[in-house]
């Protein structure tokens, strides 16, 4: 049968086969076919947005970067920037900033992004070489966050010889101040060391240099230090605890940490040792001086020989200004002639190895500013200098076989190479 359409234009007649009409179906079929299929597909997610850089590159977006004048408040650098005064309200008030804000300084560049309404969209600020504080604008609010930069270590190996001086050959092979102190005190667990050395005794020290985008940033702690003699190899092993406290053991695990400082501040000297039969310089008698006077500019901190409560802080005759220490085991430490306390500790306060306690002076019987230092055990003084310390915890069983590895791979890296300094790409 032919199918005709009609025309009232008066049109030619088309006539459709029946063959043609079924084509033109099955066409039709086929195309809403692959629509359906097409709108049912799941759709590709758009691409990430970027992660925004750390601290951003100049050139990669308008950002303004200042400074802090000496010293601008922070209120008045934002001001100075335009910022209004509403935008320094919503940021200052952010717990981040304001934990961070006593960091900011006039030596440090300051990173600002503002959109094309002088809007402030994000805000960096360097606050170490390890962390950033970062303001963003989102949804018209603004969030802030402390951001931890991935730092990259690079293990070096140094070692030299001494011809005039520990200090000095430390030095000339490029050691830091800072690393150079960190070396003498991992050695500290023998008094007499410094001066047994000699004109040729050799000495090596591995530590990490951390590194940010390709730029040195830092330099870590010593992970391993030698002293040799013709007659004696001293070895000082540097190992992580689970906090991540760099503690100083022998290689065969015994910690060189004492549970006390041998003397709890930075002196010049010691203006008058232990003794049973000491001439008082102001009241003119000889009598028993059961403790140590280093002496110190006023002023020097003191701090806390090891862990204990404070079980006296006040004034109390001859002493003058002075604190005593509980320790466990019926150790106490007496710190005396100070010249003010530190604020942040109390009478029954807990305060921790190496915190500053006090400030040298010289309140009560004294000649000068100096500490008077007292070493108690059941109450009965000991000589400071001499008293035998007790020493941290060594290394676990659990953590030996670890710590034995690290020890090897440590002296292979100090064996491994007789020049001056060496550089050692570190391995995984």
Do not use: C
Request: hydrophobic share 40%; charged share 15%.
């Amino acid at each position: 049968m032919d199918f005709t359409e009609h025309d009232t234009r008066n049109t030619p007649t088309r006539t459709f086969h029946p063959l043609q009409f079924a084509m033109i179906t099955v066409i039709m079929v086929l195309l809403i076919t692959l629509s359906i299929s097409y709108l049912a597909k799941p759709q590709a997610p758009p691409p990430a947005v970027p992660q925004p850089i750390l601290v951003p590159p100049q050139a990669a977006v308008p950002w303004t970067i200042d400074r802090l004048a000496h010293g601008e408040t922070l209120q008045a650098f934002f001001k100075r920037l335009n910022i209004d005064a509403a935008t320094y309200q919503s940021i200052i008030i952010l717990p981040a900033v304001k934990n961070a804000e006593r960091t900011f300084r006039p030596d440090r560049d300051a990173y600002f992004l503002f959109n094309a309404q002088h809007q402030l969209e994000r805000f960096v600020y360097p606050i170490d070489t390890e962390h950033h504080l970062e303001v963003t604008r989102i949804n018209n609010q603004y969030r802030a966050e402390v951001t931890t930069i991935p730092l990259t270590p690079k293990l070096i190996t140094v070692r030299g010889s001494i011809q005039t001086s520990l200090a000095t050959a430390l030095r000339q092979a490029g050691i830091s101040n800072a690393l150079a102190n960190n070396f003498i005190n991992a050695f500290n667990w023998d008094a007499g060391f410094a001066r047994q050395l000699q004109r040729g005794d050799r000495f090596a020290l591995v530590y990490d240099d951390f590194y940010a985008n390709g730029t040195k940033v830092k330099t870590g702690p010593i992970l391993a230090a030698e002293l040799t003699a013709p007659n004696n190899v001293y070895r000082v092993i540097g190992y992580q605890d689970a906090s991540g406290q760099i503690n100083y053991y022998t290689p065969n695990g015994a910690s060189l940490k004492k549970a006390f400082l041998r003397a709890p501040l930075h002196y010049k000297y010691i203006s008058s040792p232990f003794t049973y039969h000491r001439y008082h310089p102001l009241l003119h008698i000889v009598r028993p001086h059961l403790g140590v006077d280093f002496a110190a500019p006023t002023g020097t901190p003191i701090y806390a020989a090891s862990d204990g409560r404070i079980a006296f802080r006040g004034r109390h005759g001859g002493y003058g200004n002075v604190i005593m220490i509980q320790h466990p085991h019926g150790i106490s430490t007496v710190y005396a002639h100070l010249s003010d306390f530190a604020s942040q500790f109390h009478l029954g306060s807990y305060v921790k190895e190496g915190q500053t306690i006090g400030y040298v002076g010289e309140t009560g019987l004294a000649t000068g500013s100096h500490l008077h230092y007292e070493f108690r055990i059941g109450g009965v003084p000991h000589n400071p200098m001499t008293v035998q310390l007790p020493t941290a915890n060594p290394i676990t069983q659990r953590e030996m076989p670890a710590f034995s590895g690290y020890v090897k791979r440590m002296i292979d890296l100090m064996d491994q190479s007789q020049q001056t300094a060496t550089t050692i790409a570190k391995t995984a």
